[in-house]
């Protein structure tokens, strides 16, 4: 079982549609990244948090760090925000452990 | 501001051989860290620099090394090179003297190995 869990492993849905993507992890961790990742192979790294919420744009995300749960949410999906998105957690040896990724699909 | 700069973006080598990539990070950052993607495994930590010290190691054998220059810029190294070493490499910056700090990546190496 992996440290770090992301639910869906895909995801496909209809443009404007509100787009959640889970991420659990069953060590102990100080921070999350949110990473999104385009075909080509950049990286971008969306969010990095360790408590609360936090903003941008159409993207929010947010965590629990006693549920060791954090969500990653898209609201107005356009087909641009299709890629593969990672959630990341820095374990309590500073160390980054990252997840499978979903892949997100948005059809105009 | 100019991004990570990773070089060259593409290598194909044969097995037994030893590549050096390299990783010039954003100016002023002082860490730079290393990871290697593939389909099977997904993204895996290598190791992270700062100020020219190995601050942390993730589970890779010992053929995989790395170091970092007085300007920041880092070079990683992959000696006796074997076919599941084919993969993307990635190195990412961040201005951060501590942990948790937010990521800026490089355009990868895809890294070949026949």
């Known amino acids: 079982k992996n440290e770090v869990e992301q639910s869906p492993q895909n995801l496909t849905a209809q443009e404007g549609e509100f787009i959640t993507i889970n991420c659990s992890y069953s060590?102990?961790?100080?921070?999350l990244h949110w990473l999104q990742q385009h075909p080509g192979g950049g990286i971008v790294s969306l969010f990095m948090?360790?408590?609360g919420k936090k903003k941008h744009g159409r993207l929010i995300a947010t965590i629990n760090i006693q549920e060791k749960h954090s969500s990653l949410h898209i609201t107005a999906s356009h087909p641009r925000d299709s890629a593969v998105y990672i959630c990341?957690?820095?374990?309590?040896?500073?160390?980054?452990?990252f997840g499978k990724g979903t892949r997100l699909h948005i059809l105009p | 501001k100019a991004g990570v700069t990773q070089t060259p973006r593409y290598l194909i080598k044969t097995r037994g051989q030893q590549v050096t990539l390299s990783c010039s990070p954003i100016?002023?950052?002082?860490?730079v860290s290393w990871y290697q993607q593939t389909p099977g495994q997904g993204l895996q930590f290598l190791f992270e620099y700062f100020s020219e010290t190995q601050r942390n190691k993730g589970n890779f054998p010992g053929r995989f090394s790395g170091r970092q220059f007085s300007n920041s810029r880092s070079e990683m190294n992959v000696s006796t090179l074997e076919l599941g070493d084919s993969a993307l490499y990635l190195c990412?910056?961040?201005?951060?003297?501590?942990?948790?700090?937010?990521?800026?990546f490089g355009s990868g190496t895809q890294l070949s190995v026949l």
């Open positions: 100016s002023g950052h002082r860490s």
């Open positions: 060590v102990g961790i100080s921070a």
């Open positions: 948090l360790s408590s």
């Open positions: 990341a957690g820095l374990n309590r040896d500073d160390k980054i452990i």
């Open positions: 990412a910056s961040s201005s951060s003297d501590g942990a948790g700090e937010k990521l800026f």
